[in-house]
């Protein structure tokens, strides 16, 4: 049976809307490093404003606007110091006629409402200092300006207030979202659990990286184990025997560990498909769609888990992933979708028009030069800059013509 590439991509978002949805969440530490780009599961509020409350911006002097409002060159004011507030000191007083020296972050004491800094006192630094609780202050400080009231002050909430909406549902954690969270005072943070994924690969020619003859390395395990991590997905790599019957007691005991199932190969007209085979009496769906690469592909919807099967050539399964899981695990984890951009190609290309093509190319000065489309080339999907998607019903582009492409391998 042949699919078209809309169907079978709608019929696996059907299949994988309960399995993301049903994912849970966990807690996480606001200092956990397995914060950063996780997802938010429930609108967060803030516990406290930000900032935290009224504080200097500036090292310098706290004073009441007012007594410095004739502070001039010609008629300095000069006035005593009071006790000094450091960053982290409770609140103090400053008493009338007085200044108390304060630093950055520090509390702006009760009674001040303006901030001078110690570069335009007289002196331009701070004499001795004395904090609250450690003896009587002394020295005095000599201004000749005056200084506005709420000059270099941060006042308590003017970022947010406390109550207010930190973070809706559904917010990927960025490092500076995370600062912004414990600033609000939040210390555990409900986060959509992780996607735990199982990557199956299969076939007897898979090999270790000194493969004896007829094998090869395995490449498609790291390289979508690789793409999925990027996803934040949890994934567990396994090569899963070439057998139907042990194939499908490995699946059996999978999809009770894992929320989706990932095979790679075995799926298309051969005598030995083992995937095929092992879920045949499985639920599996098996189809052609038409696309190229990754014409081959499958699914299956186990009791526990769903299993999605991808064709076995390097190029036909990264192209699989991401045109199939890619963008819904983007929609999990708060991503955008990527946009397409237009260039002209540098070469006329041909593409079969029954079918959706995806080629690889190399974007240089300006100019899209197409790629050989095999999908074993392996070392040529590493070096391309961009995918280009010739749709349905287009036989031949010409050079010079404007095509849309997707940037890759970035
Ligand atoms: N008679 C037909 N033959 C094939 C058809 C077809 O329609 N009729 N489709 C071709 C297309 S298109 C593709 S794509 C492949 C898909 O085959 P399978 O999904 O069954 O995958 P395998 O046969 O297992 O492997 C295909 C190819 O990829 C290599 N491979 C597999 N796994 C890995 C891996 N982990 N790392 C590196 N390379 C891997 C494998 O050795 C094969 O060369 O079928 C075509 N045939
Ligand atoms: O479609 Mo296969 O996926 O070309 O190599």
Not at 108 to 130: C, K, M, Q, R, Y
Not at 238 to 256: K, Y
Not at 351 to 364: D, Y
Request: glycine share 10%; with cysteine; net charge negative.
């Amino acid at each position: 049976m042949s699919c078209t590439l809309k169907n079978h991509r709608a019929e696996l978002a059907e299949l994988l809307g309960p399995v993301f949805s049903n994912l849970g969440t966990q807690l996480l530490a606001v200092t956990s490093t397995e914060l950063c780009d996780r997802v938010t599961s429930e609108d967060l509020f803030a516990a406290l404003p930000i900032p935290a409350f009224t504080n200097s911006q500036m090292d310098g002097y706290a004073a009441r606007s007012a007594e410095l409002a004739s502070a001039s060159a010609d008629c300095p004011v000069i006035l005593p110091l009071g006790f000094t507030a450091a960053a982290g000191d409770r609140r103090i007083t400053l008493l009338p006629g007085s200044v108390s020296p304060v630093m950055t972050g520090a509390m702006i004491p009760e009674g001040a409402d303006t901030i001078i800094p110690v570069e335009e006192s007289s002196t331009g630094s701070f004499p001795d200092l004395v904090r609250a609780h450690q003896g009587t202050p002394s020295g005095q400080a000599t201004f000749t300006a005056p200084s506005k009231p709420g000059r270099f002050i941060r006042e308590a909430g003017e970022d947010l207030g406390a109550g207010a909406l930190v973070a809706p549902a559904g917010t990927r954690l960025t490092p500076t979202m995370i600062a912004a969270l414990a600033s609000s005072g939040l210390s555990e943070i409900p986060v959509r659990r992780t996607l735990k994924v199982a990557l199956c690969t299969t076939g007897d020619e898979l090999g270790g990286p000194n493969p004896a003859e007829g094998q090869i390395p395995d490449a498609n395990s790291p390289m979508l184990a690789a793409l999925l991590r990027r996803y934040g997905v949890d994934v567990r790599t396994l090569q899963l025997p070439d057998a139907p019957d042990r194939f499908a007691v490995a699946i059996d005991q999978l999809q009770e560990q894992v929320d989706l199932i990932l095979t790679v190969g075995g799926i298309s007209a051969g005598a030995y498909e083992v995937v095929r085979q092992a879920l045949a009496g499985r639920g599996g769906n098996f189809h052609h769609v038409a696309i190229q690469p990754g014409g081959p592909q499958g699914f299956a919807r186990l009791e526990h888990s769903v299993v999605l099967c991808f064709p076995g050539n390097p190029v036909s399964a990264l192209l699989s992933v991401e045109l199939f899981l890619t963008p819904l695990l983007r929609v999990l984890n708060g991503l955008p979708e990527p946009q397409p951009e237009h260039y002209p190609l540098a070469q006329t290309v041909s593409s079969p028009e029954h079918k959706h093509q995806m080629r690889r190319a190399l974007l240089r000065e300006g100019q899209v030069t197409i790629l050989d489309p095999g999908s074993h080339l392996v070392h040529d999907l590493a070096r391309a800059d961009a995918l280009v998607h010739i749709p349905v019903g287009v036989s031949e582009l010409t050079a010079g013509q404007s095509v849309e492409i997707w940037r890759m391998n970035v």
